[in-house]
Nanobody, 131 residues
Framework: QVQLVESGGGLVQPGGSLTLSCAAS????????LSWVRQAPGKGPEWVSS????????HYADSVKGRFTMSADSAKNIIYLQMNSLETEGTAVYYC????????????????????????WGQGTLVIVSS
């Protein structure tokens, strides 16, 4: 049974840093693409980053590139999102999501913002960036 449980959210000042964790278990990491997606208040979901898609490597949205780092520790069953130089626009609920690589085999997909693009989606953790 796949389980995704995010943690680490909270209040942080603009320019600050925060690390989110996603306890992800019940699946073989090498068979899945792992993503972080966020949804700001009153807005639609926004893809943030992905790891392990068919294209390989880690990919980031332009809005977070150079400031956020995604990693995964399959031995500990944890997916991380290190967020630096946070901006007020970073206020959002952050979700981790996973999708089996076979779903997008042969398709140039590195990540998406919609829940139905994934097989499993966590409950989210709230990040508030405010002074």
């Amino acid at each position: 049974q796949v389980q995704l449980v995010e943690s680490g959210g909270g209040l942080v000042q603009p320019g600050g840093s925060l690390t989110l964790s996603c306890a992800a278990s019940g699946f073989i990491y090498s068979d899945y693409a792992l993503s972080w997606v966020r949804q700001a208040p009153g807005k639609g979901p926004e893809w943030v980053s992905s790891f392990g898609s068919g294209r390989g490597g880690t990919h980031y949205a332009d809005s977070v590139k150079g400031r956020f780092t995604m990693s995964a520790d399959s031995a500990k069953n944890i997916i991380y999102l290190q967020m630096n130089s946070l901006e007020t626009e970073g206020t959002a609920v952050y979700y981790c999501a996973v999708v089996h690589l076979g779903r997008y085999h042969g398709i140039n997909w590195v990540g998406g913002s919609q829940k139905d693009e994934y097989d499993y989606w966590g409950q989210g953790t709230l990040v508030i960036v405010s002074s």
